[in-house]
């Protein structure tokens, strides 16, 4: 029963995940499936698709689509604004802001430094402008998915299983996701090899999973901690930060494994309880 002064907002379930996959897929396998199987109609229409192209914004932002979609639908407009408050929880222990702030620009540059590379991505001839730029553009790609992700799918999960097993599905659909970009020129991914970029999806939605439950439910967190990994200043280090992931994830699940074995404690509320002071 919804105490006085706030409103009742239907329950969400696994109807709604399933509803918030469904047109995540939908949105980004449509536009990605349109450029692989009628690729010269749709360049014709829109253009080559290209990491600054508006359709390829609309496909990075589908799961944030879909997320206000099921939001709203069940908590209308005090429900979204519900859910955004949680743009604002920003507490969280020492570990898991070094983790976002030191561990992960370290695997970047052990990785790199592995396969020959520099510690830092070369700068182009203009300088570093030009790759603030890019970082900046870069906030309103990956970490957008978040609201998705961490917003939708992690809560309802973790109504059901341990927060190693909510992340590992998450990651597990999230590589998924991604998979048609693989079968497309002009963007990212057609340089990189699927497997480790699966393996490192899977790894990164666990080690990402502690965070979120340690920051009750953070939005902000996973944001940045998504910014971190496509940081245009981090150098291209794969295969080998996957794997180098592998090992720090495995480490953090075993030094936190009573937080990511049980489900107590854990974060399962999509929209915030109590709306009164949307009122």
Known sequence: MATPGTRAVPEMDSRSLAAFLAITFAITWGILGGYIFWSAPMITLFGALHGGH???????????IAAFAVVSWHGGGDGL????????????????WALILVVIPLVYMAGSRIKGGPLLAPLPPEGAG??????LMMLFLGPVEEFGWRGVAQPLLQRR???LWAGAIIGT?????HLPAFFLSGVVFAEWQFLPFFVGNVTLAILVTPIFNAARG???????????LINPF????????????????AGVVWLLRDRMLTREGVVTDVIPPGLEHLK
């Open 234 to 249: 981090w150098p291209d280090a794969q295969p080998w930060d996957s794997w180098i992931l592998v090992a720090v994830t």
């Open 218 to 228: 953070s939005l902000l967190l996973p944001m940045l901690f998504h910014w971190q």
């Open 173 to 177: 659909i999230w590589g998924l996701w």
């Open 130 to 135: 030009p790759v603030v730029s890019l970082l």
């Open 54 to 64: 508006p359709l390829f914004f609309l496909a990075t932002w589908a799961p944030a």
């Open 161 to 163: 299983v341990a927060p």
């Open 81 to 96: 604004r519900a859910f955004l408050s949680r743009l604002t929880f920003w507490r969280c222990p020492a570990w898991g």
